[in-house]
T-cell receptor, first 108, second 117 residues
Framework: SQQGEEDPQALSIQEGENATMNCSYK?????LQWYRQNSGRGLVHLIL?????REKHSGRLRVTLDTSKKSSSLLITASRAADTASYFC????????FGTGTSLTVIP | GAVVSQHPSWVICKSGTSVKIECRSL??????MFWYRQFPKQSLMLMAT?????????EQGVEKDKFLINHASLTLSTLTVTSAHPEDSSFYIC?????????????FGPGTRLTVT
């Protein structure tokens, strides 16, 4: 069964704007990871945040984790048309479950 | 480092035939590999967890006699879709967990697109 739920399901923004996606999960985790997937392609690992971390940055990406609320958010700043893709959170414990994903469209 | 390959990248087969998909960890040893399937515009669904040298653990609702998984070595796991039907058409993705890591990091293959006609 899937572990994570993401919202929004779809998001459309103008280039240069920020995009925020949220992920909620159900059980305890060791870490949470965010992936991107271009249409019909494989997964690209974006960032991993461990259960004892609250925030992490990587370039234009900022991830937060609130284990008390069992939720995480991914912020992409200054979005670009090339950021158009589906974004998934995945929770890692003994197994690995993906969220439902957010489809992001960045309009040039 | 930590590269996972899949072969083939895409395959088209006729209904009733069997298809084998390979997942290899190229530069690390993986005691555990995972198989996922993804339908268009949907998320990845975990099908089974494969441990080297032992039987795979299947998720609820996944037919183990239809999706045969073999993990014979620390660098190779195979998924065989037996007697494929059009509804088995999907994107299949494997991932591998590095033996030495305790952080549960996984590395994903590029996926195999299966089309059953």
């Amino acid at each position: 069964s899937q572990q994570g739920e993401e919202d929004p399901q779809a998001l459309s923004i103008q280039e240069g704007e920020n995009a925020t996606m949220n992920c909620s999960y159900k059980t305890s985790i060791n870490n949470l990871q965010w992936y991107r997937q271009n249409s019909g392609r494989g997964l690209v690992h974006l960032i991993l945040i461990r259960s004892n971390e609250r925030e992490k940055h990587s370039g234009r990406l900022r991830v937060t984790l609130d284990t008390s609320k069992k939720s995480s958010s991914l912020l992409i700043t200054a979005s670009r048309a090339a950021d158009t893709a589906s974004y998934f959170c995945a929770t890692a414990g003994n197994q690995f479950y993906f969220g439902t994903g957010t489809s992001l469209t960045v309009i040039p | 480092g930590a590269v996972v390959s899949q072969h083939p990248s895409w395959v088209i087969c006729k209904s009733g035939t069997s298809v084998k998909i390979e997942c290899r960890s190229l530069d690390f040893q993986a005691t555990t590999m995972f198989w996922y399937r993804q339908f268009p515009k949907q998320s990845l669904m975990l099908m089974a967890t494969s441990n080297e040298g032992s039987k795979a653990t299947y998720e609820q609702g996944v037919e183990k006699d239809k999706f045969l998984i073999n993990h014979a070595s620390l660098t190779l796991s195979t998924l065989t879709v037996t007697s494929a039907h059009p509804e088995d058409s999907s994107f299949y993705i494997c991932s591998a967990r590095e033996t030495a890591l305790s952080s549960y990091e996984q590395y994903f293959g590029p996926g195999t697109r299966l089309t059953v006609t």
